[in-house]
């Protein structure tokens, strides 16, 4: 199947700094990217869809500044976490579904990051 | 509005034995169903799903058969075995016409030899 990966797998940083997080479809384009995240012991919250070429769309109540997403190719997302502080300590996981244009009911996620704020 | 929710885990069994978790729902309109699972270290896959009400999902021995008038999904395997232990996620999608995933909490199940 279609293999969706993602870098780093773990990061650790002091509050106040920017993370990057990548996600990738390694053998297929992806014109929309899911942004999600995991707190222990709980579901998964979708953040953000990240359209190529354009704005992403966000959830509600997720803030748009606090995490900037930037989807500047086919097989590439971008989730920046900036001025990180300790309550953005989470698991992200990205998942994109294949093809484009259609109701794609079928997603690839990504092994996710685990961030963690000190 | 619209959520999923599943069984708390973990659940451990012994091998060969049955499997059951449970996965009920709410949603506006007629949602497509699914379980995805995660084995340690990767990322989430499609188990199964089901798009109609009395549709059956079934893949590598488990199967799920969508409800509507109990609003449920629930998992069954016959006979599990070590290599299924995973979280395994209930979801949904399609309530606002999008694919939308909207997940339940997770089910982390546990098969000892």
């Known amino acids: 199947g279609a293999v969706v990966s993602q870098h780093p797998s773990w990061v650790i940083c002091k509050s106040g700094t920017s993370v990057k997080i990548e996600c990738r479809s390694l053998d297929f384009q992806a014109t929309t990217m899911f942004w999600y995240r995991q707190f222990p012991k709980q579901s998964l919250m979708l953040m953000a869809t990240?359209?190529?070429?354009?704005?992403?769309?966000?959830e509600q109540g997720v803030e748009k500044d606090k995490f900037l997403i930037n989807h500047a190719s086919l097989t590439l997302s971008t989730l920046t976490v900036t001025s990180a502080h300790p309550e953005d300590s989470s698991f992200y996981i990205c998942s994109a579904p294949p093809g484009q244009g259609v109701r794609q009911e079928t997603q690839y996620f990504g092994p996710g990051t685990r961030l963690l704020v000190l | 509005g619209n959520s999923v929710t599943q069984m708390e885990g973990p659940v451990t069994l012994s091998e060969e034995a049955f499997l059951t978790i449970n996965c009920t729902y709410t949603a506006t309109g007629y949602p497509s169903l699914f379980w995805y699972v995660q084995y340690p270290g990767e990322g989430l896959q499609l188990l199964l799903k089901?798009?109609?009400?009395?549709d059956k999902g079934s893949n590598k021995g488990f199967e799920a058969t969508y409800r509507k008038e109990t609003t449920s999904f629930h998992l069954e395997k016959g006979s599990v075995q070590v290599s299924d232990s995973a979280v395994y996620f209930c979801a949904l999608s399609g309530v606002d016409s999008s694919y939308k995933l909207i997940f339940g909490s997770g089910t982390r199940l546990l098969v000892r030899p």
């Open positions: 990240s359209n190529e070429g354009s704005k992403a769309t966000y």
């Open positions: 089901a798009t109609k009400a009395d």
